[in-house]
């Protein structure tokens, strides 16, 4: 029982550094018997008829869309209004701040200061420390679909991209996700052996930050050349196969307790929340015959930004923060 | 593959082992392309922030408390903390053409130099990783003439208990760069506001207000000979204008740096003449 989600544990670190899924060899006996029950029920029309049910009755939500572009604009708007209006609240930008006096620095930039630099003082320490704590607990990646500035643009430019994929005016390109572990090495070898910060140069959440509270500059250009790279070849591609940051995070969010739970029982493995999913690969759980267990978390590389939760008309994804269920 | 291509194969996929269809092998090599395409993109860009470094090494004056260059581009953090806290604005963040410097902050000096209004170098207390220190860590060697022989005395301060700025070292040097031009060498006074009435620069005028900096524009100077620099300089002793007599006969003035200047810029932002005709040389050593 146990071994099956240790092997699940180890099997889905290795799919957020790129590795493909594939279907799992160990299950637990109930998740066998829920597998096997619903290949026996599979072309019966009572089923499609339950289907249908469903999808008249499902709530078209998105509850936990508008509360994650709330947070994430407020997030940002605070550090705007911090420095224009003089309130000091969260004073800085996103590669590093002080919130009322407090450090915190982006834990991935904070790494390629530590490697280009070599040396590392109490400040950058402490504020690496705290937001490593915050993120620890809110679940790793939770900071892509939560603050970051670029994923909410992406999320827009993805939404153009997917229409006009629908009018067959351009195709999704995809590519191999191990690059994003590869260039998260490169980086990493870069700044050691160079000593400049060289992703901190390139890295568009840091300069849209910078733009929205100092005024924008050239370097915006580079992000746009981003944002239409993703509108007209691949979807996406920024977060999904180049982004150091979203790994760093990802590292982060393997022990977090806040993460996407599902359920295999209540599933009709229709794939809604896989077409939403910036990382569909965490939801190859949901494939009919791959889940290992009755109940499933979602793997470490998720962002936690809950548009599978609001997609799913069965209600089998919901969000858990493992051991709150026991406390309460 | 698409998104509807995946959905397909939603249900039971049944891999057939040793046997790749050869459509499969093109999309397959298609992706590799693709994917060797976006990393030479991005590894290009990456790079591309090394150019302005090799070709231009576009010289900048750091803030107050700045590493050397190298260690100071490796160290920041491009937060714009340093930003926030100043109080005349002297701090920019740099743009694309920086390269590697990208979001890192520079003073220019000539539009808005370090005065010191904030009394305690504030933008090295809000530094997160020691970019800008007032203790450089004991690795880290000191550029030959940089090391300050006594802590600068803020002549704003100077009759309270700490008059001195808790600095160690030097951001650049004053130098009389063009001295042709220079009003006191030629004998002239100066009268009226230092930059005219469109310049947006601050300065703190110990006569007018000992904590709030004011608009130069709202100064108005009437000096016999042009003295503007040492009038202006903030710092204790580290520039004095001469007078004398030149070779005509005729009273003039030589503005003279002293080793206590610590590169704030300040007269070279209120040098009346245009282009200015003393500047800050950043990163340069004091050389008696």
């Not at chain 1, 936690?304 to 493992?322: H, I, Q, Y």
């Not at chain 2, 260059?69 to 490796?74: A, G, I, Q, R, V």
């Not at chain 2, 690795?139 to 808790?166: M, W, Y």
Request: glycine share 8%.
């Amino acid at each position: 029982m146990s071994s099956v989600h240790n092997k699940r544990f180890v099997d889905q670190i290795m799919v957020m550094f790129g590795r493909e899924t594939k279907k799992p060899e160990q299950f637990t006996e109930k998740a066998i018997q829920v597998h096997q029950l619903k290949r026996m029920t599979n072309k019966e029309a009572f089923l499609n008829a339950s289907k249908e049910a469903h999808r008249l009755q499902q709530l078209k939500s998105q509850k936990w869309r508008n509360r994650r572009w709330a947070t994430l604009i407020f997030a940002n708007l605070l550090f705007v209004i911090s420095f224009a209006l003089d309130i000091q609240i969260l004073e800085g930008a996103l590669t590093a701040s002080r919130f009322v006096g407090f450090h915190l620095i982006d834990l991935n930039s904070a790494l390629q200061v530590m490697l280009a630099h070599k040396h590392i003082i109490n400040n950058l320490l402490i504020g690496t420390g705290t937001v490593l704590l915050l993120w620890v607990l809110l679940g790793g990646r939770t900071f892509c679909s939560w603050i970051c500035p670029y994923h909410l643009l992406a999320e827009w430019a993805e939404k153009l991209h997917l229409y006009l994929a629908k009018k067959k005016l351009v195709t999704d390109q995809v590519m191999d996700r191990r690059l994003r572990t590869v260039f998260w090495v490169i980086f990493a070898l870069l700044a050691i052996a160079t000593g400049y910060t060289v992703y901190e140069a390139i890295s568009p959440t840091g300069i849209l930050s910078r733009a929205l509270i100092y005024g924008p500059g050239l370097a915006v250009l580079w992000v746009l050349a981003l944002l239409f790279f993703e509108v007209f070849f691949s979807r996406r591609a920024w977060c999904r196969y180049a982004c150091p940051i979203g790994l760093t995070y990802g590292v982060v969010g393997i022990i977090s307790p806040v993460r996407v739970k599902y359920k295999l029982e209540s599933c009709f493995h229709e794939g809604d929340c896989r077409k939403v999913c910036l990382v569909p690969h965490v939801l190859d759980t949901v494939i009919k015959g791959r889940a290992v267990d009755t109940e499933v978390a979602i793997g470490p590389d998720c962002t936690r930004c809950g548009l599978c939760v609001d997609a799913c008309p069965t209600g089998s994804l919901t969000f858990e923060v493992k051991g709150l269920s026991k406390l309460m | 593959m698409s998104d509807e291509n995946t959905d397909t194969a939603n249900g039971d996929r049944k891999p057939e082992p040793g046997k790749v269809s050869i459509a499969k092998k093109q999309t397959n090599r298609r992706r590799v392309l693709r994917t060797m395409l976006l990393t030479g993109g991005v590894l290009g860009a990456a790079t591309s922030g090394f150019l302005p470094l090799i070709y231009s090494k576009k010289n900048r004056l750091r803030p107050p408390g700045a590493l050397d260059e190298k260690d100071f581009l490796s160290s920041c953090i491009k937060c714009g903390q340093c930003v926030q806290v100043c109080p005349v604005e002297a701090i920019k963040l740099a743009d694309l053409v920086d390269g590697m410097g990208v979001g890192t902050p520079y003073i220019d000096a000539r539009e808005q130099a370090c005065d010191f209004s904030c009394d305690a170098v504030q933008c090295i207390l809000a530094c997160p990783t020691g970019s800008l220190t007032y203790h450089k860590p004991a690795h880290l060697t000191v550029r030959p003439g940089a090391e300050l022989s006594s802590k600068p005395i803020l002549l704003a301060k100077e009759k309270d208990a700490e008059p001195t700025l808790n600095l160690a070292e030097r951001i650049g040097v004053a130098r009389l760069t063009r001295p042709e031009s220079c009003l006191a060498m030629q004998g002239k006074g100066f009268q009226g506001t230092a930059r005219g009435a469109a310049f947006d620069g601050k300065l703190r005028y110990m006569s007018v207000d000992r904590w709030k900096p004011i608009p130069v524009a709202d100064f108005k100077y009437d000096r016999e000979i042009c003295d503007l620099c040492e009038q202006a300089c903030p710092i204790k002793g580290a520039i004095t204008v001469e007078m004398g007599l030149g070779k005509d006969g005729k009273r003039k003035g030589i503005p003279v740096v002293h080793e206590a200047c610590v590169g704030c810029g300040v007269c070279e932002m209120i040098c009346p003449t245009e282009p200015a005709s003393i500047e800050i040389i950043p990163g340069e050593g004091w050389r008696a």
